[in-house]
Every structure is written in structure tokens, then in C-alpha cells.
């Protein structure tokens, strides 16, 4: 028993360091998130639920079919229900309705009401997967952070490892006297300068990590960590179109304008079936029933008729049509036909809205992209400059040609190029994905 006891702790340790060593890809996160959201499961019931609304509206166009059955027992006097008369005893009858009826017409509004059905289970499908295209970006913007904070980590602990050499050779040169010992805490100071960035990005690094995990509803902050991807510089050929191309290709996938186009198609439809509702409205029906009393006898031989027989002596069949006209009820069909119009107007303006809002998004992202390409070819730039002054500078100080002060000015320099371009690249990647 004990023996089971420790493989099963051994087990579960196991299966625990397993999961603390997991290491999420971007594809991984996007994935768990879309599965474990609940503002998407939310969605998809409400996708659920309008596929139930396109069936009750295909069965409303079905001829309906129901069976009534009554039995009783009756003592006194009372009525037969097959000879119509009353008779004084005690009565056990039994009878039974089979009923069919179908609308023939309602002024279409069994059809529009289907086709509606239709668009909003369509219309539920495209929101949902607008909040599907809009978590992924959020999930790929959050897990880009992480890269771009780990990254500057990496860059900080080497620059600081670099001065912890300057350090010491530096303290060995002023112990001997070459150097003053004003360099020796110039640099020092330095050293305790990349110390503090060190722990400001393993802060960033862990706050965007947690982000991510919030994002993803996972409360395992401290085992929750992502791989280490890499992503290069996509290159820029959207930037080949302009953004009136880039709008008008939007307009043919984009899930919010087919969301918007879709709510104008179904206020178009509740506008015709209100319409529907001043039409008047044609049913037919048939009736099949039939009847049994245990008093209903043979008028000739004077015994009781069975059962069965009398069910077919009983029976009967009625049929025919129903019109209804509608004349006037309040002023609620002609308020209901002007709400269903004012609905139509707000869906188009909505419409006209989600376009600007789409349009304006395309030129400011486009903008983002030019800005940011700018931005991070500027950065590198900067970047090799500051490198080759920091070159210059070392050997200069190597030499004892400059003091430690203005070599530590040079390295910050290139310590703060090097953040500026970690940032604008992984900007610069977001900008491009947005676009």
C-alpha cells in the first residue's frame, strides 16, 4: 500500500514539474484562449439559440397536427354523448379529436420570419467570429510584449556583465596606481545603474507575463511563462497598396462590416414582417372525431355495441377555411410598420458607422506602420553609431586618453539605442499584423 502511495506521489510531482516547465507558443495561447473565454461561449449559445430560432420558423410553415382524448365517468342524469340524449345511471364514454391545420396566408410572414432566422443565425456566426479575430490580435499584441521585455532583459544583463569586466580591470589599474580613483566609482556607479534596469525589466517581463495570463484566465502567475520565439521583421508589402485599396479589400471579409451589413438585412425583414401583419390571414383546418358510451345499444336487437364498432359508427370528419381580416387594433400595426422603418434607418447608419470606423482604422494603422518602419530603420541606425562611438570611447579609455565618466556616458548611450531598438521592432511587428 505504501508502495502505490509513493508512485502515485511520484507521479503527481512528476506530472507538477511537467507543467511548471510548459512553455507556451503564440499558437498555443491563441488556441487556449479562444477555447477558455467566456465571452466566446456566451456567443456560441447565442449562436446555439438562433439555430433553434431558424427551426421553430421552419416548423411554423408546417401544417400543425395534435390529438385530444377525453374519458369520463358520469352518475345521475346526465347526457350521452353519443345519442344527445339524457339518460339517468351511471355512464362511462370516451371520445377523441384528431386535428390538423396549416396557415395557407399570412401576408408572407411565416417566410420572412424563416429567412430572418436565417441572417441571425448568420449575424451570430460573424460576431462571433469578429471577438474570435479580436482576441487572437489581443492575445498575439500581449505575447509580443513578453518577447520585446525579455529580449531587453537578455541585452541588459549582458551590458551589464561587459561593465562587470570594465570593473575589474579597472579596480586592479587604480590599485596600481594608473588610474584615479574617481574612475573606479564612475564605473561603479555605472554598474549599479544597469543593476536597477536589470530588475526594472524582470519586472516588466513578469507584469506582461501576468498580463498574458489574465488574458488567458490562467491563475498559475508564478508557472506561467512563454517559448522563446523568435520573430524577424516581416517585410512590409502591404504598404505596396494604399489604404483605399486596403479598405475596399477589407469591406469583403471583414467580420464586423458583414455583422453590420447582416443587422441592416434583418431590420429589412422585421420591416416586412410588420408589413405582414395588416395582410389578412387564411388558415385551414380538418377535424377527424369519434365517440363511445357503454349505454349505446343496437336499436333493433337492443345490446350494447361494442367498442370498436361504435368508434366507426360514431366518427366524423369537419374541414374547412379561416379568414381573418384586420380592421383596426389601436394604431399598433401602422406604430409597428414605423418602429420596423426607424430600425431599418439605425442598421444602415450603423452600418454607414462601422465602415468610417473601419476606414479610419486602415489609414491610422497605415500611418502606424510607415511611422514605425521609420522608427526602427532610424533606431538601427542609431544603434550602429552608438556602437562605433563606444568603440572609440573604450579604446580612448583604455589608454587613459578620457575618464571614466565620459566612458560610462557612452556606454548608456548605447544601452538606451539598443532598448529603442528592441522596442521598435516589436512594435514595428505589431503595426504590420494590425494592418
Known sequence: MRFKISI??????????????????LEECIIYALENNITIDQFELDLENAKIDKSDALGNMLPGLNFQNTTQASTGLILDPTTNGFVTGTIFSTGGNLTSSVTLFDGLRNIHSLNRAKLNELANQYRLENLEDDISLNVANSY?????NKEALKVAQAQYAVTVEDLKR?????????????????IEATAATQE?????????????????????QITDYENFDIASEEFNVPPADILKYSPKVIFDKALTFRRDVKFSETNVALAEKDLQIARGVSYPTINAFMNYNTRYSDQTRDPITGEKIAWRDQL????????????????FNGFSTRNGIKRAKISVEQARLQLDQTKLDLENTINQAYVDVENTAKAYEATQKTLEARRLA?????????????????FSQAQARVDNAEAEVIRNKYNYIFRIKVL
Open 8 to 25: 502515485l506521489l511520484f507521479l503527481l510531482s512528476v506530472g507538477t514539474i511537467i507543467a511548471q516547465m510548459r512553455k507556451w507558443t
Open 144 to 148: 509580443l510584449s513578453i518577447l520585446s
Open 170 to 186: 579597472t579596480r586592479e589599474l587604480v590599485e596600481s596606481g594608473v588610474l584615479p580613483r574617481g574612475d573606479l566609482l564612475e
Open 196 to 216: 536597477q534596469t536589470i530588475v526594472n525589466n524582470e519586472n516588466l517581463v513578469l507584469l506582461s507575463r501576468i498580463a498574458l495570463a489574465q488574458l488567458l
Open 312 to 327: 366507426w359508427i360514431n366518427d366524423g370528419i369537419s374541414y374547412g377555411a379561416q379568414v381573418n381580416i384586420p380592421i
Open 390 to 406: 563606444y568603440d572609440y570611447t573604450k579604446s580612448r579609455f583604455d589608454v587613459g586618453l578620457i575618464n571614466a565618466f565620459d
